[in-house]
């Protein structure tokens, strides 16, 4: 279905070609996932496929691209339209009407679909995709997963023969992710749709596989195969492989059912042994022994009891926050503590994120009292509140508004009024490679996020507060996120972060505190909360459970560096 | 009423409104003003949706009243050239050079000019109603899916364009926020025009990335045309377009009184026969248009009548469509123009008919959470295929 001919693609001032010599064949009603680190040039391979590469973004493509048949290099875009359905990352990006049908029928439309087809085919597709209920509502309004299988849906009316998706999952809470997954799931096994899609979070989606391929990286021949075989070589890996290699099985369990099932000795191993304190580190302080868990019923916070230790980092009680007309947190009370790693976990649209940009002071609470060391966020100068708490936004592009990183750091050492070098200091040690000049726009995600964390850092607020900072990561980059939020953790700054990813949250966390409907319904240590939900869970504590282990380098220390089971 | 099956054709609605508009424009009798916004409004309360662009009314409103403080301010500063009588009070004249003599700045307010700027801004504040019942009724965009063919393109930018307004808006928000971040001040001018190269490179990035989407899709896909055909159509629309500027211009004119008029008729003909062949080139084809209905008719119908009313009643008794405000009398309320203003309820009449005789079909819909589902979205569909969601009960509307 699809066919890649020695396919090189060159951009105009790039020093190396984002692709090189890629033969590859996938054939019809294949569910094809496209793995590897970022910058490897897996969205470059799946704009090929449509004919965005090179007719819309520009360069060379040497070699030749075929799908169904049509070469890329004599159909333009819109003359694959019909056989090729496009995805991107953003779904508000790729609308182009404004309420769902009329989203759907869209690019029915632009092909001259017969109007009793079209009719028919929106309506199948709201049954197809469970946007029934949905159809005349704006889109603005939709959640994210109703985006993106509204997204997903407007490309499907079309009846085409390829569906690619660059990163369907990487904004989407672990439902919503589930929910876009079995529409792929469907739409490959009843329609024999052939899907092509790249996605970061791998313990999402690999298991769903048909073949992977794995784009090892500028200037190494891609690797086409089984799921189990590529994982074998692949440098990027969700959980539940790493623990197959560390557990030496063979071949590779790519689900958790497969390595609970195999997962029996090592279970008995592991029985014996202590278990881990939760994140891997114990805080600096005395870790927080209240596994308080909030009814749903709204009840008002206690101000927390008295403890010995330093002042909290930060406080928050009896909150209540609107945004327009939505209450967006009611009767929320939190305490974080120095030292302390917390990761707020919930649906998209859960108040998240307001409960950060609330105590960041962006948002002014209606109820209640916030206090940041001492401080009300919201009534503190912004230059002032910079030396209480810092907060990375989810864009960490927002951030940055120079044009280089030498001056986007000498502005940041002026916001702070620290020594002239601060913030050149802090990142060299998180992005040794970076040169002065460079432009924070030809950063990778990973560069760009480290670079706004450093800019955060230099005003070295005690609080530091992270919204949903691995999306788009892979997992080299966020390897590297977690060790640095680990020093920054040890050095004793209290750690708030909002993210949708189970591992990141199990890997770093001291406390997972769940949140729904803007009210807190879960506040305990990460093994307690986690272990035993099925939405929160990372894959080696469903693998592992009930033991409370959850991640592979806490399996792995424990048994000794290692070594088959 | 959200559901586009029963939506009236959003030609209708602006039909209406520009007629309540236009009849608005005749008229600076206070009563009657009121009385046409009263109009206007009910039919917005009766027949407005759960849709976004329904508040626009509000909006609306609220430009209007200060479009009238805005009047009344500028009467009481700058004076008005009304002779007046009856002094309310007396500000502190400037005393101005002579270059600008004819220009006067405080002094004497008397009421007559006062109630004159009252009912001057009174007749645009109107207007703006009627304009922002037609926002609230219609959104402009679905106006512009009932555009010919050829002018397709265009309507999409306007669409396009107008996603693009919320979107900035929210961009601007979000870098405030982040300037906040970063210890520096988010209020004020200066904030505000430093953020806006960001938002402009961010919204250009976006346009980027939804023309690659639109082109994925097939925007702009052609079929294939004759060159004489291409020709044609493009000599048709040029020679239309300037026969109507000509024919404008004779009409406008008083020496060309004579040839204006055929040319304009044959200059709008040639126009028009050129948009239908550009059509050809475009292989579109359009997911359930809006159908010009009887409703429609009775709604578009029911402005042009008031319209037509108000300016057959200012010709005949033009003091009651303006009260004069040298000397005061209060104004009165002429009989047949306000009957005729009240036409524009038609509409609302209409509307709340079917509202109440369709009921029988709520519920068989369950999954739609609006109570009641008409009937004719489902009647519609071709080869009589069920709609969405699950059925309840047997639906007794699939056979009317």
Same mark, same amino acid.
């Given at each position: =279905?699809?066919?890649?001919?020695?396919?090189?693609?060159?951009? $105009?001032?790039?020093?190396?070609?984002?692709?090189?010599?890629?033969?590859?064949?996938?054939?019809?009603?294949?569910?094809?996932?496209?793995?590897?680190?970022?910058?490897?040039?897996?969205?470059?391979?799946?704009?090929?496929?449509?004919?965005?590469?090179?007719?819309?973004?520009?360069?060379?493509?040497?070699?030749?691209?075929?799908?169904?048949?049509?070469?890329?290099?004599?159909?333009? #875009?819109?003359?694959?339209?019909?056989?090729?359905?496009?995805?991107?990352?953003?779904?508000?990006?790729?609308?182009?009407?404004? +309420?769902? $049908?009329?989203?759907?029928?869209?690019?029915?439309?632009?092909?001259?679909?017969?109007?009793?087809?079209?009719?028919?085919?929106? $309506?199948?597709?709201?049954?197809?995709?469970?946007?029934?209920?949905?159809?005349?509502?704006?889109?603005?309004?939709?959640?994210?997963?109703?985006?993106?299988?509204?997204?997903?849906?407007?490309?499907?009316?079309?009846?085409?023969?390829?569906?690619?998706?660059?990163? #369907? +999952?990487?904004?989407?809470? #672990?439902?919503?992710?589930?929910?876009?997954?079995?529409?792929?799931?469907?739409?490959?096994?009843?329609?024999?749709?052939?899907?092509?899609?790249?996605?970061?979070?791998?313990?999402?989606?690999?298991?769903?596989?048909?073949?992977?391929?794995?784009?090892?990286?500028?200037?190494?021949?891609?690797?086409?195969?089984?799921?189990?075989?590529?994982?074998?070589?692949?440098?990027?890996?969700?959980?539940?492989?790493?623990?197959?290699?560390?557990?030496?099985?063979?071949?590779?369990?790519?689900?958790?059912?497969?390595?609970?099932?195999?997962?029996?000795?090592?279970? $008995?191993?592991?029985?014996?042994?202590?278990?881990?304190?939760?994140?891997?580190?114990?805080p600096a302080t005395a870790p927080v022994?209240?596994?308080?868990?909030?009814?749903?019923?709204?009840?008002?916070w206690?101000p927390a009891p008295v403890e010995s230790g330093p002042a909290p980092a930060a406080e928050v009680t009896g909150l209540a926050v609107?945004r327009?007309?939505?209450?967006a947190l009611?009767?929320v009370g939190l305490t974080v503590r120095a030292g302390e790693t917390v990761a707020l =976990?919930?649906?998209?649209?859960?108040g998240k994120s307001t409960l950060l940009r609330t105590l960041a002071g962006l948002h002014e609470p209606q109820r209640g009292t916030v206090r940041v060391g001492g401080a009300v966020p919201h009534r503190t100068a912004p230059r002032d509140l910079l030396r209480y708490v810092g907060l990375v936004p989810q864009e960490p592009?927002d951030l940055l508004c120079?044009?280089?990183?030498?001056?986007e750091c000498a502005a940041a050492d002026r916001d702070a009024q620290a020594a002239p070098g601060t913030c050149r200091g802090l990142v060299?040690a998180l992005?040794?490679?970076?040169?002065?000049?460079?432009?924070?726009?030809?950063?990778?995600?990973?560069?760009?996020l480290a670079l706004a964390l450093a800019v955060v850092l230099t005003a070295r607020p005690p609080l530091l507060l992270l919204d949903e900072p691995?999306?788009?990561?892979?997992?080299?980059?966020?390897?590297?996120l977690?060790?640095h939020l680990r020093g920054l953790a040890t050095a004793g700054h209290a750690i708030v972060l909002a993210t949708?990813?189970?591992?990141?949250?199990?890997?770093l966390a001291h406390r997972?505190v769940?949140v729904?409907?803007?009210?807190i319904?879960?506040d305990?240590?990460?093994?307690?909360?986690?272990?035993?939900? #099925?939405?929160?869970?990372?894959?080696?504590?469903?693998?592992?459970?009930?033991?409370?282990?959850?991640?592979?380098?806490?399996?792995?220390?424990?048994?000794?560096?290692?070594?088959?089971? | 009423?959200?559901?586009?099956?029963?939506?009236?054709?959003?030609? *209708?609605?602006?039909?209406?409104?520009?007629?309540?508009?236009?009849?608005?424009?005749?008229?600076?009798?206070?009563?009657?003003?009121? /009385?046409?916004?009263?109009?206007?409004?009910?039919?917005?309360?009766?027949?407005?949706?759960?849709?976004?662009?329904?508040?626009?009314?509000?909006?609306?409103?609220?430009?209007?009243?200060?479009?009238?403080?805005?009047?009344?301010?500028?009467?009481?500063?700058?004076?008005?050239?009304?002779?007046?009588?009856?002094?309310?009070?007396?500000?502190?004249?400037?005393?101005?050079?002579?270059?600008?003599?004819?220009?006067?700045?405080?002094?004497?307010?008397?009421?007559?000019?006062?109630?004159?700027?009252?009912?001057?801004?009174?007749?645009?504040?109107?207007?703006?109603?009627?304009?922002?019942?037609?926002?609230? /009724?219609?959104?402009?965009?679905?106006?512009?899916?009932?555009?010919?063919?050829?002018?397709?393109?265009?309507?999409?930018?306007?669409?396009?364009?107008?996603?693009?307004?919320?979107?900035?808006?929210?961009?601007?928000r979000r870098l405030r926020a982040a300037r906040r971040l970063r210890g520096r001040p988010d209020r004020g001018?200066?904030a505000?025009?430093k953020?806006? /190269?960001?938002?402009?490179?961010?919204?250009?990035?976006?346009?980027? *990335?939804?023309?690659?989407?639109?082109?994925?899709?097939?925007?702009?896909?052609?079929?294939?045309?004759?060159?004489?055909?291409?020709?044609?159509?493009?000599?048709?629309?040029?020679?239309?377009?300037?026969?109507?500027?000509?024919?404008?211009?004779?009409?406008?004119?008083?020496?060309?009184?004579?040839?204006?008029?055929?040319?304009?008729?044959?200059?709008?003909?040639?126009?028009?026969?050129? /948009?239908?062949?550009?059509?050809?080139?475009?292989?579109?084809?359009?997911?359930?248009?809006?159908?010009?209905?009887?409703?429609?008719?009775?709604?578009?119908?029911?402005?042009?009548?008031?319209?037509?009313?108000?300016?057959?009643?200012?010709?005949?008794?033009?003091?009651?469509?303006?009260?004069?405000?040298?000397?005061?009398?209060?104004?009165?309320?002429?009989?047949?123009?306000?009957?005729?203003?009240?036409?524009?309820?038609?509409? *609302?009449?209409?509307?709340?008919?079917?509202?109440?005789?369709?009921?029988?079909?709520?519920?068989?819909?369950?999954?739609?959470?609006?109570?009641?589902?008409?009937?004719?979205?489902? *009647?519609?569909?071709?080869?009589?295929?069920?709609?969405?969601?699950?059925?309840?009960?047997?639906?007794?509307?699939?056979?009317?």
């Amino acid at each position: =279905m699809i066919r890649f001919d020695q396919v090189s693609v060159h951009y $105009e001032g790039a020093a190396a070609p984002a692709l090189s010599g890629v033969d590859l064949t996938v054939p019809e009603g294949e569910l094809c996932l496209l793995v590897g680190p970022s910058g490897a040039g897996k969205s470059t391979l799946l704009g090929a496929v449509s004919g965005l590469v090179p007719h819309f973004t520009g360069g060379t493509l040497h070699g030749r691209v075929t799908v169904a048949g049509r070469d890329t290099r004599t159909h333009k #875009p819109r003359e694959l339209a019909d056989v090729v359905g496009t995805v991107g990352q953003d779904p508000l990006a790729h609308f182009v009407t404004d +309420t769902v $049908e009329d989203e759907l029928a869209y690019g029915m439309e632009s092909l001259g679909v017969p109007p009793a087809t079209m009719r028919r085919r929106v $309506e199948e597709t709201l049954d197809l995709l469970g946007l029934a209920p949905l159809r005349d509502r704006p889109l603005a309004e939709l959640s994210g997963g109703q985006q993106q299988r509204v997204a997903i849906g407007s490309v499907l009316t079309t009846h085409p023969k390829v569906l690619v998706l660059d990163e #369907p +999952t990487s904004a989407l809470d #672990p439902g919503a992710a589930e929910e876009v997954l079995a529409v792929l799931q469907r739409l490959v096994h009843d329609l024999g749709t052939t899907v092509l899609l790249a996605e970061h979070r791998l313990e999402r989606v690999v298991q769903y596989a048909d073949r992977v391929v794995l784009l090892p990286g500028p200037g190494r021949a891609a690797v086409a195969g089984e799921p189990a075989q590529v994982m074998e070589v692949s440098p990027v890996r969700p959980p539940v492989v790493e623990l197959g290699r560390l557990a030496g099985w063979s071949p590779l369990p790519l689900t958790v059912r497969d390595a609970r099932r195999r997962a029996e000795p090592l279970r $008995e191993r592991l029985a014996p042994l202590a278990p881990p304190v939760a994140g891997a580190a114990a805080p600096a302080t005395a870790p927080v022994p209240r596994p308080r868990r909030a009814s749903l019923l709204r009840r008002a916070w206690r101000p927390a009891p008295v403890e010995s230790g330093p002042a909290p980092a930060a406080e928050v009680t009896g909150l209540a926050v609107r945004r327009g007309a939505v209450p967006a947190l009611r009767e929320v009370g939190l305490t974080v503590r120095a030292g302390e790693t917390v990761a707020l =976990m919930g649906r998209n649209g859960a108040g998240k994120s307001t409960l950060l940009r609330t105590l960041a002071g962006l948002h002014e609470p209606q109820r209640g009292t916030v206090r940041v060391g001492g401080a009300v966020p919201h009534r503190t100068a912004p230059r002032d509140l910079l030396r209480y708490v810092g907060l990375v936004p989810q864009e960490p592009r927002d951030l940055l508004c120079e044009d280089t990183v030498a001056a986007e750091c000498a502005a940041a050492d002026r916001d702070a009024q620290a020594a002239p070098g601060t913030c050149r200091g802090l990142v060299t040690a998180l992005l040794p490679e970076v040169a002065d000049g460079t432009h924070p726009r030809d950063l990778s995600e990973g560069q760009r996020l480290a670079l706004a964390l450093a800019v955060v850092l230099t005003a070295r607020p005690p609080l530091l507060l992270l919204d949903e900072p691995t999306r788009g990561l892979d997992y080299a980059a966020k390897a590297r996120l977690v060790d640095h939020l680990r020093g920054l953790a040890t050095a004793g700054h209290a750690i708030v972060l909002a993210t949708h990813d189970v591992e990141l949250a199990a890997e770093l966390a001291h406390r997972v505190v769940v949140v729904a409907e803007g009210e807190i319904v879960a506040d305990g240590p990460t093994a307690d909360i986690v272990v035993s939900s #099925p939405a929160f869970a990372p894959q080696v504590a469903k693998i592992l459970a009930p033991q409370h282990w959850l991640t592979v380098t806490q399996v792995g220390e424990a048994l000794g560096g290692g070594g088959a089971v | 009423m959200s559901d586009r099956a029963s939506a009236l054709h959003a030609g *209708a609605w602006w039909v209406w409104a520009l007629g309540l508009a236009a009849a608005a424009s005749r008229t600076t009798n206070p009563l009657l003003l009121a /009385l046409l916004v009263g109009v206007a409004g009910y039919v917005v309360a009766v027949c407005r949706t759960s849709a976004p662009w329904s508040r626009a009314y509000g909006a609306f409103l609220r430009l209007g009243l200060a479009v009238i403080v805005v009047r009344l301010v500028f009467a009481v500063v700058l004076g008005s050239p009304i002779p007046g009588t009856h002094t309310v009070f007396t500000l502190p004249e400037v005393p101005l050079p002579d270059w600008a003599r004819g220009v006067r700045l405080g002094g004497r307010v008397t009421a007559e000019g006062l109630v004159f700027a009252l009912y001057d801004g009174m007749k645009l504040a109107a207007l703006l109603a009627c304009v922002g019942a037609a926002n609230a /009724l219609a959104s402009p965009a679905r106006l512009l899916k009932s555009l010919p063919g050829a002018l397709y393109e265009v309507g999409v930018a306007v669409v396009v364009a107008m996603t693009f307004a919320p979107h900035l808006v929210a961009d601007v928000r979000r870098l405030r926020a982040a300037r906040r971040l970063r210890g520096r001040p988010d209020r004020g001018a200066k904030a505000l025009l430093k953020v806006g /190269l960001p938002v402009l490179e961010g919204a250009l990035e976006r346009s980027v *990335a939804l023309a690659a989407a639109m082109d994925a899709r097939g925007y702009g896909r052609t079929a294939p045309v004759r060159p004489a055909v291409r020709r044609l159509t493009s000599a048709l629309t040029l020679g239309g377009l300037l026969g109507v500027c000509a024919g404008t211009y004779g009409l406008l004119g008083d020496a060309g009184a004579g040839y204006g008029t055929p040319l304009l008729v044959a200059g709008l003909a040639a126009a028009l026969a050129g /948009l239908r062949l550009g059509g050809r080139r475009s292989v579109r084809t359009r997911y359930r248009p809006d159908r010009f209905g009887p409703r429609a008719w009775l709604v578009s119908g029911s402005g042009v009548a008031v319209a037509a009313l108000m300016i057959w009643a200012g010709s005949g008794d033009a003091a009651a469509l303006h009260p004069p405000a040298v000397p005061l009398t209060s104004p009165s309320l002429p009989l047949w123009p306000a009957a005729a203003v009240l036409c524009g309820l038609l509409p *609302a009449v209409t509307e709340s008919r079917p509202a109440t005789g369709r009921k029988p079909t709520a519920g068989t819909d369950a999954t739609t959470p609006e109570p009641s589902s008409p009937p004719r979205r489902r *009647a519609g569909t071709p080869a009589g295929r069920p709609g969405p969601g699950p059925r309840t009960r047997p639906a007794p509307e699939e056979t009317s």
